[in-house]
């Protein structure tokens, strides 16, 4: 996704950055990583049905000890830093400018010691992304006192890194079959997609909403690779799990600063947010884990969606300019828990990304609208915090969630609470 030119490059290093004010109760915020091998699931996306599934963790937190050793934004890790195996000039180029950005992290600083462990938030990033595409949100969260764990979801990201200095990159030809149709449908993938799209923003009737759930349950590569997700999701609560008791055995480029996690981590305090293919994988996730106190779905379709899923957690839709598709609003008629729906005027579906903020020049391309990159970035980010503040450390209230929503003029929203 943050491929670019020398020339744009050089370009945007010119710009005025905006400022990035930090109060006095912030913490400093560290960035580590780490990968497991779930060794109870074949790896089905490789030629060796040999492998196992490989899951890369990266996690940012509060500390108050930050390390001589800093990074920056979108750096991926030690073994691959500019997310491939074979950086090229550009790659490297890009990097340089990514430096220059104003996000201080320190790698491998041990976690700030609390008398209350800290709430976690799980991160499932966009298909065919990298594991930092939300990365300025997860560093903003980590300031406020939360631990921000973003799940690399093998073959599926455009890179990832595995155990033993491997990798898994995004193979077009390995996937272009991966997203298919029941056979049992009476429409193509192209059809479904125009149907839901000629429901979207209509008051639908109950043969609509029944249609709807039709169309989601035939998309069966779509439920098939959510599963996949959702699986990875758990996993990577396994691991945080073992974390919080000093469990390291199988942990690949684990160090001695991830002892400073045991007991720290309030796993009885967990949200979870996802962008684009991540959303609906958290939607599922949060409904599953008892714990997860609520979700946030950035721009993704619910390609899951029953008549009881998603119904149990908080939730917050975020939407593009375009019409809200049919699943949205069937999901939010059958919530049970406070949900919000809301759409962006002006934002198309990279703008929920980092991308707009990284890249404040670049708005003539698909996938970006006419907002302010900055204003978007500012309005997602803002939203995301105080809900997760709401629901999750409850230092804020509903009423000042929604008071945020009414204060942004790009945002329209609808939500149902129960007071």
Request: proline share 5%; net charge negative.
């Amino acid at each position: 996704m943050f491929k670019h030119t020398t020339a744009y490059i050089l370009t945007v290093i010119s710009f005025m950055l905006i400022s990035m004010s930090s109060s006095a109760d912030e913490y400093a915020v560290g960035v580590t990583y780490f990968t497991a091998t779930d060794y109870s699931r074949t790896e089905h996306l490789t030629p060796n049905h040999a492998d196992y599934r490989e899951i890369l963790i990266k996690i940012w937190y509060p500390t108050t000890m930050p390390s001589p050793s800093a990074s920056y934004l979108h750096f991926h890790t030690e073994q691959f830093p500019y997310s491939t195996a074979m950086p090229t000039d550009n790659d490297i180029q890009l990097h340089q400018y990514l430096k220059t950005l104003p996000f201080e992290l320190s790698k491998n600083a041990p976690l700030a010691q609390s008398s209350s462990p800290f709430p976690v938030v799980m991160y499932s990033h966009g298909y065919q992304s990298t594991v930092e595409d939300k990365e300025i949100l997860m560093i903003a969260l980590a300031k406020k006192g939360y631990i921000a764990v973003s799940v690399g979801h093998p073959h599926h990201a455009q890179f990832v890194t595995l155990s033993d200095g491997q990798s898994a990159t995004y193979d077009q030809d390995a996937r272009a079959n991966d997203f298919y149709i029941s056979e049992l449908a009476d429409v193509n993938f192209e059809e479904l997609v125009a149907e839901l799209d000629s429901l979207a923003g209509v008051d639908l009737n109950d043969e609509q909403v029944e249609r709807v759930y039709q169309l989601m349950s035939w998309t069966e590569g779509d439920r098939k690779g959510l599963d996949l997700w959702v699986a990875d999701m758990h996993f990577a609560l396994d691991q945080l799990t073992r974390l919080q008791y000093g469990q390291y055995w199988g942990m690949h480029y684990a160090g001695e600063h991830l002892k400073t996690f045991k007991g720290q981590l309030d796993l009885s305090q967990l949200a979870a947010i996802g962008l684009s293919f991540g959303g609906p994988t958290v939607a599922a996730f949060c409904h599953q884990v008892y714990q997860c106190k609520g979700a946030i779905n950035f721009d993704g379709l619910h390609f899951n969606l029953s008549p009881t899923m998603p119904s149990l957690k908080p939730y917050l839709m975020m939407h593009s300019e375009l019409p809200l598709n049919g699943d949205y609003s069937v999901v939010f008629n059958q919530q049970i828990a406070d949900t919000y729906m809301l759409q962006i005027d002006g934002a198309l579906h990279w703008d929920f990304s980092d991308y707009p903020y990284v890249f404040p020049f670049d708005r003539n391309r698909p996938y970006l609208g006419s907002i302010d990159p900055y204003l978007v970035t500012d309005i997602v980010n803002s939203i995301s915090l105080k809900f997760i503040d709401a629901y999750l450390k409850k230092t804020a209230t509903k009423t000042e969630l929604t008071e945020l929503l009414e204060s942004y003029a790009p945002v329209r929203f609808k939500s149902k609470l129960d007071n």
